[in-house]
């Protein structure tokens, strides 16, 4: 027998026999390797990137609202539905003051009560204009030892006759909704770019996206704090508090929401709204864009990395995590959840596990130069009013959807673009242009 028939035997027995030796087990728990690319969430608990069959969706009864005072993470002051024509048309404009720049931007919802618009420019000059389009009152709000345009950004909320104002220069300020007057003014310590919570006793805000402040309407002391670790990956404006009864819930700029008693701020939960879009390079910006929406037991919440999560109110526990990200406040009604995505699509989810039920494309790209873009369009919302979703738009274009289908059904022009989400009040759409003009629809 030739010696390679010889080792060619002897090869194939030591392989026969190592077939019939036992396998170890590694001892240790399993982990899902790809829930690494979806921060710490499994693969398989993440919403379904399939369309759901789109069913009517039932909507409440519009109400005919005289007032939009705060934003609408709050049930107590939400309008979740307000009466609008069904094409409405622009019937006034009014200038503010500074529009958007390079340096500073328009980041404040106009709000109303009592017959006054409210508005903050880039510039913090606050503004009560009548709905008429009149000017009541105008009022500088830069400290006397800075200058205009070094700061920018800030929120508003009014109630109880009080517009509570934050700015880019790390100051709350209590004005009489009125006059104008100067009622009282706290130094937050850092930038004050959220819009502030008004309930109860209490005017919630987030500063500095780090630090959380409850402090006494009346005057301006504070309450109590709650503090998260800061994050440079941020984008201008910080979410405002979602209060009820019980909580106060804050959205941080690392992704963090803390679950606070909303009179004596201990915190009874941390959640984190973790992961990313492996395919964009704005996936790395962690904050918190849709900040935290109460409805019924559960808050929403989304980031600019692309997820959105539904959260037990009471535990901070996550119900699910949708693979969308949101960049303003989402809309929960009718057993939807409706979001202006980071993807710049419009989107309505199934409320009960996050699942996509259809998504709308909307204006993307500014300008398209040689291998990039110079600049992506800004959409905010959406509101329901008169029966149709509504999304404004910098594209110069006010968008009105059919919330079951998500079909867009009618357009309106918005002189220079729109810069805020719209509100109504008094059967009339307001949203603020980028010129620095406050814009009346009805």
């Given amino acids: 027998m030739k010696r390679s028939s010889i080792i060619l035997g002897m090869t194939a027995a030591a392989v026969i026999a190592g077939c019939t030796e036992r396998e170890e087990i590694l001892p240790g728990t399993r982990e899902d390797p790809r829930a690494i690319l979806s ?74 009560a009592d017959g006054r618009i409210f508005t903050l420019d880039s510039e913090a000059r606050v503004s009560a204009t009548g709905t008429n389009g009149a000017a009541i009152w105008s009022r500088d709000l830069t400290p006397s030892r800075d200058k205009s345009g070094e700061a920018t950004g800030g929120g508003l909320a009014v109630a109880g006759g009080t517009l509570y104002v934050t700015s880019g220069f790390g100051l709350l300020t209590a004005l009489d909704a009125a006059t104008g007057e100067e009622v009282w003014q706290q130094d937050l310590g850092s930038t004050g770019s959220g819009a502030p919570t008004v309930f109860g006793d209490l005017v919630y805000v987030l500063g500095g996206d780090d630090t959380g402040w409850a402090l006494e309407r009346d005057t301006g002391r504070i309450r109590w704090q709650t503090s998260q670790s800061g994050d440079v990956n941020n984008v201008l404006g910080a979410p405002a508090p979602a209060v009820n009864d019980r909580f106060a819930i804050f959205a941080f700029g690392d992704g963090a929401l803390h679950g606070t008693f909303r009179n004596g701020g201990l915190r009874m939960w941390t959640a984190f709204v973790a992961g990313q879009r492996r395919s964009s390079a704005l996936a790395k910006v962690n904050d918190v864009t849709a900040g935290p929406v109460i409805s019924g037991d559960r808050v929403y919440v989304g980031s600019h990395s692309g997820r959105l999560l539904a959260l037990d109110l009471d535990t901070g526990n996550r119900v699910w995590t949708a693979r969308e990200g949101a960049i303003s406040p989402v809309l929960v009604v009718g057993g939807s959840v409706f979001a202006v995505s980071d993807e710049n699509e419009l989107i309505r989810l199934d409320a009960r596990d996050g699942v996509k039920i259809w998504s709308k494309k909307l204006p993307d790209l500014l300008k ?70 406050l814009h009346a629809f009805r």
Avoid at 84 to 95: F, G, H, N, Y
Avoid at 408 to 436: D, H, I, N, Q
């Fill in 39 to 112: 921060g710490g969430v499994p693969a398989d608990a993440l919403a379904a990137d399939v369309a759901r069959e789109a069913s009517t969706v039932r909507l409440p009864k519009a109400v005919q609202n005289n007032a939009w005072t705060q934003s609408s993470g709050t049930p107590k002051t939400r309008v979740l539905h307000a009466s609008l024509s069904a094409a409405p048309q622009l019937v006034w404009s009014a200038d503010i003051g500074a529009g958007d720049g390079r340096r500073n931007r328009i980041t404040a919802d106009p709000v109303v």
């Fill in 368 to 437: 398209l130069k040689q291998r990039k873009a110079s600049e992506v369009y800004a959409h905010y919302g959406p509101i329901l009013a008169g029966g149709q979703l509504i999304v404004a738009s910098n594209d110069g274009v006010l968008r009105f959807f059919d919330p079951t289908t998500g079909e867009m059904t009618r357009s309106v022009e918005v002189p220079g673009g729109a810069t805020t989400a719209p509100v109504v009040a008094g059967g009339t759409l307001y949203v603020v242009g980028t010129k620095g003009q």
